[in-house]
């Protein structure tokens, strides 16, 4: 059989885009590949000695300024998300460590528990922030996407061209 687009992995990344090309053009003969024996990826579970186990991206974070917003909503998607805040802790060795939607709190955590820590993750939300903002600035989000348009828009954007193609384990 032939098809048109194979998509490797039935995570949330492949589901949504097989699903959103399914919505754009029905006609489309589109395969979803997938290595396990369960679809979803990160977005799954498990049972060990009678217990379950969420193994889930557990929070879609700026939900309301992300793009997923658009592209679900485009398909019909329109469900109300909740802000939680703060949407979880973690007790470590008797401590909390809480985690705040708000960065200013956030910061705060890190100081107070990983102050040797405060500067690397500032680091990280700076250019987190900046791949975002060069997105948006792209104008990817209200164009058909193809991918000449996109490989044009990550080597025209510094930061974008700096961590396209790297792999971080």
Known sequence: IDYD????GSGMGGLHAGI?????NPALRTLIVEKNNYPGGYVSGFTNRGFYFDSAAEAILEYNESYAKGILQELGFNHTFYKLDPSQAYFINNKQFTMYSDM?????EIRIHHPNQEEGVKSLLKTC????DDIHKSGLHNEKRTFGKIMK???KHKTLRNYALKSFK
């Open 5 to 8: 687009v194979i998509i490797i």
């Open 129 to 132: 922030h900046q791949i975002r």
């Open 104 to 108: 200013d709190k956030f910061l705060e």
């Open 20 to 24: 959103y090309l399914q919505g754009k």
């Open 153 to 155: 828009v990550v080597f």
